[in-house]
């Protein structure tokens, strides 16, 4: 008992060290990038839908100043509608690179030269690497101001701390920014999967915990687990809530043991961008797209790359034995060092066999695999998945008006997809040669909307590239985007923008481009910067248009070649 409870402190303590005093990061090198007391909206590594959040994300004000966390220069300027928004790079004589993303406004001397480099392509989304002398930044000078550009959905600043030679990502909370927090993770949920011998999942369940009264240390309801299979699986759904903020953000590290031994541990330290995707082989995939509930699975499946995992015994799986109880404690903690506790116990109760479940193909995760039945060509190169497939499908001849091909209903939604797959659809009836280049791939959604999925022709077939399983067929698009006028009148003395509306019927996904615009005042390009959470198109004044009159021209295009032409004339 003794030597146990040794092993037990051992494995404990080692756990501890490696989540604070293991790293070799600078503790005194970066300051905050805020003046005020850093408050997280998200944390490095929190689970969001089909990947890892690569930085902390600092509430703040729309305007308010930020400031380089240390001394460097500008590597790398980004301008998109989406994704980052407006974000600079920032490189340190450290080896590190900092990232500032969705910002509002870039510093005036970058923001001047962004507009020229944008007028030179006629681009408003572009991408920039100014040499290493052209911006030059002293540690706490001010970036830029904070914003919501891209795809953001409420004022903050996204911070990230990366590896310069390997573009790793960094936790930023590891190199010594204080973020108050002395309340530990809240535990919520455990589920329980019965596990085969292949590490497939047969049945499951889920239970909610009970905090108990002495500290955060939680239970289930009735201490033990009866389980019927031989193996069994566990994800918990946990989350740290932070002092000062209501947010449920991203928990640090996870680990389980069975009987003192530690079997399964994972911490947010640092990941690359290229393995981000393999988050949906490590949370819950089907609670994430039906419930938008995030559990943070303990155990690995077979095609799951993710280097954020240490120690694993048979890759986190329990064996069950009947008449014997084996204790599981589970440890959850945040950067600050906070804990909270799971403890229950399992043992192997009567074992049925599974109910039989029709399928049509077998995928093996570990092999390229092709099916073709004439009206369904699929590609799935190997490493698409991170378990076998069961496929199950079957189409249907819908007799609504605007389909041009059987539905096809591919498997489901609830399983996760890695890689982009080949998807080719027959028609079942000819189109007109007129018809053909407006034909698309649909994807069906449970809402009833359709997204475009693009498509070009191959074999007699429509072919694109996806990473979804679903409902698909073929529909046409022959509709042209539409245009709004928000801010414009004839007169636009005084005003300091005009800004338009556009709109497609159907939106694009996959791979399948969107919008594409062009805008031009008496024949010459102009700057309209896209906002997409908005659909808005936005000219700000800034002398390029004299006073007097002009023609304004915005010709809005989407991917099957539908074309929307505005032409106003305004006086300035």
Same mark, same amino acid.
């Given at each position: ?6 092993l037990?402190l ?7 060290f490696s ?5 070799n990061?600078p503790?005194?090198y970066?300051?905050?990038?805020v003046?005020q007391?850093?408050r997280l909206?998200?944390?490095f590594?929190?689970?969001?839908p089909n990947?890892l959040h690569a930085?902390?994300?600092i509430?703040?004000?729309?305007g ?9 220069y500008i590597?790398?300027?980004?301008v ?8 600079v790079y920032m490189?340190h004589?450290?080896?590190?690179t900092?990232?500032y993303a969705h910002?509002h ?5 970058v ?5 020229e ?5 006629e681009?408003?989304e572009v ?7 052209k911006?030059?930044?002293a540690k ?10 891209g795809?953001?959905?409420?004022p ?7 590896d ?8 930023p ?5 204080e973020?108050k927090?002395d &309340?530990?993770?809240? $535990?919520h949920q455990? *589920?329980?999967y019965?596990? @085969?011998?292949?590490? /497939? ?5 889920t239970?909610?915990?009970i905090?108990?009264?002495?500290g955060?240390?939680y239970?289930?309801?009735g201490?033990?687990?009866d389980?019927?299979?031989w193996r069994a699986?566990?994800?918990l759904k946990?989350?740290d809530?932070?002092t000062?903020v209501p947010n449920w953000?991203g928990?640090y590290?996870?680990a ?6 530690l079997?399964?541990d ?8 290229s393995e981000?995707r393999?988050i949906?082989?490590h949370?819950?995939?089907a609670e994430?797209?039906e419930?938008?509930?995030y559990f943070? &699975?303990c155990?690995? $499946?077979?095609?799951? *790359?993710?280097?954020?995992y @240490?120690?694993?015994? /048979?890759?986190?799986?329990v064996?069950?034995?009947?008449g014997k109880v084996s204790?599981i404690k ?8 906070n804990?909270s506790q799971?403890r229950?116990?399992v043992?192997?109760a ?6 039989s479940?029709?399928y049509?193909?077998?995928?093996p ?6 099916i073709d ?5 699929l ?10 497939v069961?496929?199950k499908?079957?189409n ?7 389909l041009y091909s059987a539905v ?7 399983t996760?997809v890695?890689r982009y797959?080949?998807l080719?659809?027959?028609?079942d009836?000819p189109?007109?040669e007129a018809?053909?280049?407006?034909a698309f791939?649909?994807h069906?959604q449970?809402?009833g909307?359709?997204e475009?999925m693009g498509?070009?022709w191959k074999?007699g077939?429509l072919?694109t590239k996806?990473?979804?399983f679903?409902?698909?067929?073929i529909?046409?698009d022959?509709?042209?985007?539409t245009?709004?006028?928000v ?6 003395k005084?005003?300091?923008k005009?800004?338009?509306k556009?709109?497609d019927?159907?939106e694009a996904s996959?791979r399948?481009a969107g919008?594409s615009y062009?805008a031009t005042v008496d024949g010459?390009w102009i700057l ?5 959470k ?9 002398g390029?248009?004299?006073?007097g ?9 989407d ?5 929307r ?7 300035r």
């Open positions: 008992m003794r030597i146990t409870a040794l037990t051992f494995s404990v303590l080692t756990f501890a989540l604070s005093g293991g790293k990061y503790q005194d970066f300051r905050s990038p003046d007391r850093i909206s998200g944390t590594g929190e689970l969001r990947h930085g902390i994300d509430k703040g004000k729309v308010q100043s930020l400031y380089a966390a240390a001394e460097g590597s790398r300027i980004k998109q509608a989406g994704g980052y928004g407006n974000v490189n004589p450290n080896g590190y900092s990232v910002l406004k870039f510093t005036p001397e923001e001047q030269y962004v507009r480099f944008q007028y030179k392509r681009s408003f991408e920039i690497f100014p040499g290493r002398d911006f030059r930044f706490g000078d001010v970036i830029g101001k904070l914003g919501l550009s795809r953001s959905f409420g903050h600043l996204h911070f990230e701390i990366r310069t030679k390997s573009e790793r990502p960094i936790n909370l590891l190199f010594g920014m973020v927090d &309340r530990p993770p809240k $535990l455990l *589920k329980v019965h596990l @085969n011998d292949k590490r /497939e999942t047969v049945g499951t369940r239970l909610n915990l905090m108990g009264k002495a955060p240390n239970r289930i309801k201490d033990t687990l389980i019927g299979a699986g566990f994800a946990a989350y809530h932070m000062g953000n928990i590290s996870l389980m043991f069975k009987d003192d031994i079997i399964y994972f911490e947010m330290e640092t990941f690359s961008f981000s393999y949906n082989a949370l819950d995939y994430q797209v419930k938008k509930s943070n &699975r155990y690995q $499946l077979p095609g799951n *790359k993710l280097s954020i @240490n120690e694993q015994v /048979e890759q986190g799986v064996k069950l034995h009947k204790e589970m440890l959850v903690q945040d950067v600050d060092g804990r799971l229950f116990w043992r192997r009567e074992v049925k066999p599974p109910k479940d029709s049509n193909y077998l995928l995760y570990n092999e390229e695999n092709k039945n004439e009206s369904l060509y590609y799935f190169p190997e490493g698409t998945f991170y378990e076998n069961y496929l499908y079957h249907d001849r819908e007799r609504s008006s605007g096809h209903h591919i498997h489901n939604r609830r996760p890695h797959f080949d080719g659809l027959r028609p009836q189109l007109p018809q053909r280049s407006k791939i649909a069906c449970p809402d909307t359709v475009n498509g070009s074999n077939r072919q996806t990473r979804a679903g409902k698909y067929c529909m046409l022959q509709k042209a985007p245009i709004t006028p801010a414009f009148r004839t007169t636009l005084g005003y300091s005009m800004s338009f556009i709109k019927n159907f996959g399948a919008l062009r010459q309209l910067e896209y906002d997409a908005k659909d808005l198109l936005i000219h700000r004044f800034d390029s248009i004299g006073p009159e002009h023609q304004l021209r915005l010709v809005v295009s991917n099957r070649g539908n074309e032409l505005l032409e106003r004339r305004f006086i």
